[in-house]
């Protein structure tokens, strides 16, 4: 098979896997080797069709021994099939970092004969690049769920980020779905790269030349849809992630139908992108925001409102902590407020020092004050005055419905695209589920 055909398999194999930005490697070219780790010289951008583009994101191969039901790569799946050597892989690394097609190169695998065999295959590549290349770049790389902690400990040494796939958030569905990989399968090399990174950081401490284990940190990916789990059970278990093993970021993939399968949704379901985007949202809350998973979500209320950012989800179910006086509130309550994001609370503390602050001013230091009025009182502002309809007009999220200039949104709610199916007006669905959703707010305010 050409070089240019095994690609085109593998990149397209690969697209599915979203966890792959490139934050926190900081490794400067040397003018001698190649390659730079600089942030500002990595883009996270994404193409149309989900893969980063900036990146050479790549299987090394596709050919799978485990049949996980939710994989366009599993054993069963009748596609064409290709793998890389370790020395096609990295010379074609280089020969697009030399034509600036890329800035680094993002490496998964399907399960190749066997977890440790793929990572040896892995880890070839990766010394190919290091060592005989001489790259510096960017790399961030998969690890095969059980493999040997000998080999993650080798990959760790070469990649700048490691990542370990959770894939779905239960035991319960791991074991319906990937029947090959089992909960521990994953989370121990979790926590082997947790602790592993730990002692590298405490060596490079003491000596700078100390090797650097995994600099960027780990990551991990959790599918969201395919399985039955609420939004608080995926919060909870992000936010255990990040305690436990220091994750840098848990990204959620909405499930993409690619199989006829009893155990998962219908083929043509569309992906829950709305409830993607939430989560991101929520996790946003749990890593910037210092909330905690179950402030966010309870056994009550378990899924994200579709219609409200859980932001001011959470400001509407709590309206006895505000009206936050801005020239008075701690960092803490005044992160709590829908539309003052943590730039815009450090703006607000240091500009106190220095006078009282009015509506004008809170604008001027970035504040939404589309959503912060109805939250806050400030110099010559003592509260918006409006209706609770006029509130929950102004808190309602427009990507969730579509409407205006908004018309071709991803986020589009669930019941806009079931009114839509039933053959409703594209307008019109929104409207419909728009006055809906303002009318339930304001019976919750
Ligand atoms: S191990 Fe499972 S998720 Fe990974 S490529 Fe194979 S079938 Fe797909």
Request: charged share 25%; glycine share 6%.
């Amino acid at each position: 098979m050409e070089l240019l055909d095994k690609l085109e398999i593998l990149a397209d194999s690969a697209k599915y896997d979203v966890a792959c930005t490139s934050s926190g490697a900081d490794r400067r070219g040397n003018g001698r080797q190649l390659g730079s780790c600089e942030p500002a010289g990595i883009c996270h951008t994404f193409s149309a069709d989900g893969r980063c583009v900036s990146l050479l994101k790549v299987l090394l191969t596709n050919i799978c021994a485990f049949d996980c039901s939710y994989c366009v790569n599993r054993r069963s799946n009748d596609v064409p099939r290709a793998a890389f050597t370790p020395r096609e892989l990295a010379e074609l690394t280089i020969q697009f970092y030399r034509r600036n097609y890329i800035e680094g190169l993002f490496l998964s695998s399907a399960v190749l004969r066997n977890a440790d065999y793929t990572m040896e295959q892995m880890i070839q590549t990766l010394e190919l690049l290091r060592g005989e290349y001489g790259f510096r770049g960017y790399i961030h790389a998969k690890t095969i769920p059980g493999a040997d902690p000998a080999l993650v400990q080798r990959l760790g040494f070469l990649a700048d980020r490691l990542s370990v796939n959770i894939e779905l958030p239960s035991e319960k569905s791991l074991r319906l779905l990937a029947p090959d990989k089992g909960k521990t399968a994953i989370l121990r090399p979790m926590g082997l790269i947790a602790s592993r990174s730990a002692q590298a950081g405490k060596e490079l401490a003491v000596y700078r030349s100390a090797p650097r284990f995994a600099p960027a940190g780990q990551s991990t990916q959790m599918i969201v849809g395919a399985s039955p789990e609420t939004d608080c059970q995926i919060l909870r278990l992000t936010q255990g992630l990040y305690q436990k093993y220091s994750l840098k970021r848990v990204f959620f993939s909405a499930y993409i139908p690619v199989s006829a399968d009893s155990r998962l949704p219908a083929l043509h379901t569309p992906p829950p992108l709305l409830r993607e985007h939430r989560l991101y949202q929520a996790d946003w809350l749990l890593r910037f925001y210092h909330f905690s998973a179950e402030e966010i979500l309870d056994d009550k209320t378990p899924d994200l409102d579709p219609y409200l950012d859980p932001k001011c989800s959470w400001a509407v179910r709590h309206m006895e902590y505000f009206p936050v006086d801005v020239n008075t509130a701690d960092h803490s309550q005044l992160l709590r407020v829908p539309g003052i994001g943590p730039k815009s609370a450090k703006r607000i503390l240091t500009a106190r020092r220095t006078g009282r602050l009015d509506l004008e001013g809170l604008r001027r230091l970035g504040v939404v004050l589309k959503r912060a009025r109805y939250f806050i009182v400030c110099q010559g502002f003592s509260g918006a005055r409006g209706s609770r309809e006029e509130t929950a007009r102004a808190l309602l999220d427009p990507a969730a419905f579509g409407l205006g200039c908004q018309q071709l949104s991803m986020f589009e709610a669930p019941a806009v695209q079931a009114l839509r199916g039933q053959g409703m007006p594209a307008l019109e669905a929104a409207k419909t589920v728009r006055e809906e959703a303002v009318s339930c707010l304001v019976k919750a305010m």
